[in-house]
Nanobody, 129 residues
Framework: QLQLVESGGDSVQPGESLRLSCVAF????????IGWFRQAPGKEREGVSY????????KYADSVKGRFTISRDNAKNTVYLQMNSLKPEDTGVYYC??????????????????????WGQGTQVTVSS
C-alpha cells in the first residue's frame, strides 16, 4: 500500500527555518515525482514546490521562491522541504503528495493539487511572533 508520511512541522518565529520530511512507504520514490502543498485555515490547498522523479527538476510557487528548497534522497526514500526566512503567511498544514499521472510526471501540472492521487496526513507549520 502506497503511503506518505510528513514530519518536521513546528511553531516558529518569523525569519526562522524548518525542514519538512516526506517519507514513502510501500513504494520506491525513485520513480515518482513529489509535490508539497499547504493549506491555511479557510483557504484552498496551494502548491508550494515540486521535484521530478527522473532528472530532479524543481518548481516553486512564486511566494516561496528563494526561500524554500526541495530535495530528495532516494536512498532514504525521502523528500525534504527546507524552508528559510519563514513568514506568518507560510502558516498552514503542509502535505506531500504523488501520482502517476503524466501531467505531473512531465511537470505540466506540477503544482496542481487536483492532479495528485496519494497524500500524506499533513504536518502543521505555524509562523508567529
Amino acid at each position: 500500500q502506497l503511503q506518505l508520511v510528513e514530519s518536521g512541522g513546528d511553531s516558529v518565529q518569523p525569519g526562522e527555518s524548518l525542514r519538512l520530511s516526506c517519507v514513502a512507504f510501500g513504494f520506491s520514490l525513485d520513480w515518482y515525482a513529489i509535490g508539497w502543498f499547504r493549506q491555511a485555515p479557510g483557504k484552498e490547498r496551494e502548491g508550494v514546490s515540486y521535484i521530478s522523479s527522473s532528472d530532479g527538476r524543481t518548481k516553486y510557487a512564486d511566494s516561496v521562491k528563494g526561500r524554500f528548497t526541495i530535495s530528495r534522497d532516494n536512498a532514504k526514500n525521502t523528500v525534504y522541504l527546507q524552508m528559510n526566512s519563514l513568514k506568518p503567511e507560510d502558516t498552514g498544514v503542509y502535505y506531500c503528495a504523488t501520482t502517476a499521472r503524466w501531467s505531473v510526471v512531465d511537470g505540466t501540472s506540477a503544482l496542481s493539487a487536483d492532479e495528485y492521487d496519494y497524500w500524506g496526513q499533513g504536518t502543521q507549520v505555524t509562523v508567529s511572533s
